[in-house]
């Protein structure tokens, strides 16, 4: 039987996938051991483990040398890329919000002023408002987008929300949702051929246990 290779995006959806593994009965303590390796044996199952950041997941995945990953559908959607996405794991809840300032919550929408918009996503903002029919200018931020608005380079914001506390404690309100967001799992199209019992093994155990 091959060993196939799946690549965790590290962090929570790392933990979480784990915590699934092992619910499934899978052996992880290779990678809750710790340390500083980034491929890891599961002792009972043929499966390698290989820790990456989540646009990393999609492009090991994409370019064949990992058979799946975990990835969440923020990065899917920002990135994109030729996979098949199996299965929505049902951890890593949150959803992609339009933010603006408190006092501007009301107006936002009304006019015909182009609007500017902070992004860590510039791809799914600009889908957004293209499926809306509005004309704005795109910037993108790489750290803590909510000082936009606050520092006047953008009129709103396009970010992950989970519980909203942070927008709130910068003087932001949500007005919109823009797509829910979850972890998921995804196949190289070649492996799903190749491995196709092996993989279809792994989904079952997943989906019965997630």
């Known amino acids: 039987m091959n060993r196939l290779r799946i690549a965790l ?11 699934l593994f092992e619910r499934a009965g899978l052996d992880c303590s290779a990678v809750n051991e710790g340390g500083r390796k980034l491929i890891h044996e599961m002792k009972n199952y ?15 995945v994409e370019h064949g040398v990992c058979d799946l990953g975990i990835v969440g559908k923020d990065t899917i959607m920002e990135k994109g890329g030729a996979f098949y996405e199996v299965l929505d794991l049902g ?27 902070a992004t860590k996503y510039p791809a799914v903002a600009a889908r957004y408002f293209e499926q809306k029919g509005m004309d704005v200018t795109i910037i993108k931020i790489e750290g803590s987008v909510e000082l936009a608005p606050i520092l006047g380079l953008a009129d709103a914001i ?25 972890a998921r799992l995804i196949v190289n199209t070649a492996a799903m051929k190749l491995y196709k019992s092996q993989i279809e093994d792994f989904i079952k155990k997943c989906e019965a246990n997630k």
Request: aromatic share 8%; glycine share 6%.
């Open 158 to 182: 396009v970010d992950i929300v989970e519980t909203g506390e942070t927008l709130r404690q910068n003087g932001l309100k949500p007005i919109e949702n823009v797509h829910s967001v979850s």
């Open 46 to 60: 043929p499966m390698d483990i290989v820790l990456a950041k989540a646009p990393d997941v999609i492009t090991y």
């Open 91 to 117: 951890f890593g809840m949150c959803h992609f919000a339009l933010a603006v300032l408190e006092n501007e919550s009301e107006s936002f929408f009304d006019g015909f002023k182009t609007r500017c918009i």
């Open 9 to 19: 995006t590290k962090g929570r959806l790392q933990d979480n996938s784990l915590k």
